[in-house]
């Protein structure tokens, strides 16, 4: 393997872990010696240092980590200061609120309410912090259960879940009504 792939290896590594790795690890991974990962990482940090990069390798008792370097820590300060704007959109707020009245319930629950793909939906709310993993369900695959978090109660003022809204049982009976009466018009088509 030439050596510009195994250095995009190596940073892809590097940057996804966001911590260290065990150079033994990395040297596996690529397919050589610890010895030879270790020279293509230090010519890495060569190059970084070369070019002027934002980032840049350290090595931390045998293992590497990709970190930003201190001279770039003023912007990221200027970047981290200014707010988080996210929009709940529709789909967001449906699939927030059955994660709320649903919960721990998987993705699979989910978009079996909600009748389509929920992946993006259920991982926008985790970016968020309105939504987290609590867990695995005791079923084959394990799959992972979602729950609300405290910035999801902050964020819609309530101190418990015991505070959502509930939905008047006649109600409940007429959206199922109308439901039918919906599937029934399709199916006549």
Avoid: W
């Avoid at 070369?50 to 770039?72: A, H, P, W, Y």
């Avoid at 789909?91 to 009245?101: K, M, R």
């Avoid at 993993?133 to 879940?161: H, N």
Wanted: overall charge negative.
């Amino acid at each position: 393997m030439e050596i510009e792939k195994l250095q995009g290896i190596i940073e892809a590594i590097l940057f996804t872990m966001g911590e260290s790795v065990e150079l033994s690890k990395i040297a596996a991974v690529i397919g050589h010696d610890d010895n030879t990962a270790r020279k293509i990482i230090y010519n890495m940090m060569d190059k970084y240092e070369r070019e002027d990069r934002g980032v840049r390798i350290i090595e931390l008792d045998n293992s590497f980590q990709m970190c930003t370097k201190r001279e770039m820590y003023e912007y990221l300060i200027q970047i981290a200061r200014q707010p988080k704007k996210y929009v709940l959109t529709d789909v967001l707020l449906e699939t927030l609120s059955i994660v709320a009245y649903k919960q721990p319930v998987t993705k699979l629950e989910i978009e079996k309410i909600r009748g389509v793909k929920s992946d993006h939906a259920v991982n926008k709310l985790v970016e968020y912090g309105l939504a987290e993993e609590v867990g695995r369900m005791d079923a084959p695959g394990r799959p992972l259960l979602f729950g609300t978090t405290e910035e999801f109660l902050r964020r819609f003022s309530i101190q418990s879940l015991d505070e959502l809204p509930t939905i008047n049982p006649e109600q409940v009976e007429h959206f199922k009504e109308e439901a039918e009466d919906e599937i029934q018009l399709k199916l006549d088509v």
